[in-house]
């Protein structure tokens, strides 16, 4: 049995779970079932805090209307987490259904909030790690923008970051060599048939040793190189957990004294 969180109440603080919060907090996410009455759904988390819960899950509109009927009434929400060393952890929610409203243009995704009863000291401490971990990162982004980690071919060292990204803006979607990494942009060198400008978004999907990275960018600017007539887009982002997770595994020892700016 879960023991509940004894430590002095503390302003609401939501964990949302973005693709960074699920791999950060070692969520399984085939093992999230949500309990309505006889009822057994299968549902992911959207966002999560101390005293409330929200899930999607799907349901066709007749069981939307059934399931609204359940509300205020007590239910329950199952979820494993992953923690490294210690086997699958198993947390239970003993939870009131707050309510259920279908999400627009998505005729059968429905968002169920619960209140929670209680909260489990086993999910206040995965959630308040994953946050603590998120500050960081926030931290590290504001301390090491605009210094780059040229990439070399291949794969670069600790998080493994391939130079072969893809970029896509548009409909246009190309292969691209990208130069440099930071935590707040990317230097690629442009296709020949691209004409992007300042201003423009776009998105560059980064290769990682075990992951792929979303990168969603604006162009800041657009360099011709003087010895064979290329260029290249000096791209900006804001911030992305795992962007700057990925490139502070490659300085050494964390730290900016290792940061290079490519020419």
């Known amino acids: 049995m879960n023991s509940v969180d004894a430590r002095p109440a503390r302003p609401e603080h939501p964990l949302v779970f973005t693709p960074f919060a699920v791999r950060s907090t070692g969520l399984v996410g085939s093992q999230v079932r949500l309990h309505v009455g006889t009822h057994v759904l299968a549902g992911s988390p959207i966002q999560l805090s101390r005293e409330r819960a929200v899930f999607a899950t799907v349901l066709k509109p007749a069981e939307a209307r059934l399931f609204r009927r359940y509300r205020g009434r007590p239910c329950g929400v199952r979820m494993a987490f992953r923690s490294y060393g210690h086997g699958m952890r198993e947390v239970l929610l003993r939870a009131t259904l707050e ?4 999400v627009r243009n998505r005729r059968f995704t429905c968002l169920v ?5 209680e909260c489990p000291s086993d999910l206040a401490m995965i959630m308040e790690r994953c946050i603590e971990r998120l500050a960081s990162l926030q931290e590290l982004y ?6 780059h980690i040229g990439l070399v071919g291949g794969y670069d060292a600790g998080e493994g970051l391939s130079a072969l990204a893809e970029l896509t803006a548009g ?3 190309s292969a691209v060599r990208v130069r440099s990494v930071a935590v707040d942009g990317l230097r690629i060198d442009l296709p020949g048939s691209w004409r992007l400008e300042p201003g423009a978004s776009c998105v560059v999907a980064l290769h990682g040793s075990n992951r792929r990275i979303c990168v969603n960018a604006v162009v800041s600017s657009i360099n011709s190189l003087r ?3 290329s260029r290249q887009a000096v791209l900006h982002a804001g911030f992305i957990p795992e962007l700057v997770d990925a490139v502070n595994g490659l300085v050494p020892n964390g730290s900016s004294a290792g940061l290079r700016t490519p020419a």
């Open 99 to 102: 309510r259920l409203e279908v």
């Open 113 to 117: 909030t619960f209140s929670l009863r």
């Open 142 to 147: 504001e301390s090491l923008a605009g210094h």
């Open 171 to 173: 409909h246009e979607r």
């Open 227 to 229: 010895l064979d007539g």
